[in-house]
């Protein structure tokens, strides 16, 4: 079973990158380490936009990741925002 599965974000994510170092072609994979980056409290924007435009140049017909792309902004945004209201 997958770490991420387990609800081990951290360790999915790095799971992740090991196969990548293997085979840094494989674009669901970058897509999977934006995913579980996502699920984390303290989510790296940059790190995970990044995964995601890795996922779109390598596979431009990955349906996810440019769906995902548009979410990651404004939900950081959102997370921000609340206190302030």
Do not use: W
Not at 39 to 46: G, I, S, T, Y
Not at 63 to 69: I, L
């Amino acid at each position: 079973m997958l770490r991420v599965d387990m609800g081990e974000y951290e360790a999915g994510v790095a799971q992740y990158e090991r196969a990548l170092a293997a085979d840094p072609k494989l674009a669901v994979v970058h897509y999977l380490v934006a995913d579980a980056m996502l699920k984390q409290p303290a989510a790296d924007a940059a790190r995970i936009n990044e995964s995601l435009r890795r996922a779109i140049e390598l596979d431009p017909a990955f349906t996810p990741a440019p769906q995902a792309c548009h979410c990651v902004q404004p939900a950081k945004q959102v997370r921000r925002g609340r206190g302030r209201t």
